[in-house]
């Protein structure tokens, strides 16, 4: 097909980026400045292509899963050697294979502290029950803030309140 009749490949703003992938401008500038992102520049405007598009989907997913940016830069450097992605792939593999043990492991401490800490309660329970009840917090109000804080924060005071 000749080259004038080829549609152009197509490119992407900064701004629809942004909106696409919930970041902002500043995230993906400095993801330029880390070297893991190289949009074309037009002016003063940042363009981005789909190979862009496609590397700012796989930095925010590892970044999702607790990938160090020096790990994503090893599995982006990986793109393009001419072994059908082969190479990448396994490097990926076993990046996130290190994560998920790192977060069952974490995830085997939280369940011990959470197991310490509703022993404590109880401990504190037993023993302000005995000694002064009328300082017993009031059932759920604890969950409430949590809660609330989950949410966004918002509703705080009234969660308090309520």
């Known amino acids: 097909?000749?080259?004038?009749?080829?549609r152009p490949e197509r490119t992407f703003t900064i701004r629809q980026l942004c909106l696409e992938f919930k970041?902002?401008?500043?995230?993906?500038?400095?993801y330029e400045d880390k070297g893991l992102l190289a949009p074309a520049r037009q002016g003063l405007n940042r363009v981005y292509s789909y190979k862009d598009r496609a590397r700012l989907q796989l930095i925010l997913?590892?970044?999702?899963v607790g990938l160090s940016l020096s790990e994503i830069r090893e599995i982006l450097q990986l793109y393009g050697k001419d072994d059908g992605a082969a190479a990448q792939n396994a490097k990926a593999l076993r990046k996130f294979?290190?994560?998920?043990?790192?977060?069952?492991?974490?995830?085997e401490d939280i369940d011990h502290a959470i197991?310490?800490?509703?022993?404590?309660?109880?401990?504190l329970e037993d023993m302000l029950s005995s000694v002064r009840p009328d300082l017993l917090p009031v059932e759920g109000e604890a969950s409430?803030?949590?809660?609330?804080?989950?949410?966004?924060?918002?509703?705080?005071?009234h969660a308090r309140h309520a």
């Open 97 to 107: 294979r290190e994560r998920i043990v790192a977060f069952e492991q974490q995830r």
């Open 144 to 157: 409430k803030g949590v809660r609330a804080r989950a949410a966004g924060g918002r509703d705080l005071a």
């Open 23 to 30: 970041c902002t401008p500043r995230a993906l500038r400095f």
């Open 61 to 64: 997913r590892g970044k999702r």
């Open 115 to 123: 197991a310490e800490l509703r022993e404590a309660c109880a401990r």
């Open 1 to 6: 097909m000749p080259l004038e009749l080829r």
